[in-house]
């Protein structure tokens, strides 16, 4: 069976204390007004974009063979289980 809300809020969990220093930050620089209006897409944390890049290379990699590439689901959840909490892409 699949759920999507909960993996979803899987994910989300899986930013740690990055999330909570990225939201301070977007308000702390007038972005947004308060800490539970910055939506989650808005935080760019190292898991999300490690995420797009990991999804822009596997397009690379199977673009002659895009029955063969392996789907979204499986890239991140495959990132957000290695990922450690870092706070930078590199």
Do not use: C
């Amino acid at each position: 069976m699949s759920n999507p809300a909960g993996f979803a809020l899987w994910f989300e969990n899986r930013f740690g204390t990055v999330a909570a220093m990225r939201r301070q930050l977007l308000v702390e620089s007038g972005v947004h007004k308060s800490i539970g209006v910055v939506p989650t897409y808005a935080l760019k944390t190292p898991l999300q974009e490690s995420v797009q890049i990991l999804k822009r290379h596997r397009d690379f990699m199977f673009i002659k063979r895009p029955d063969l590439k392996p789907i979204s689901m499986i890239i991140t959840t495959l990132a957000a289980r290695a990922y450690q909490g870092e706070s930078n892409l590199a």
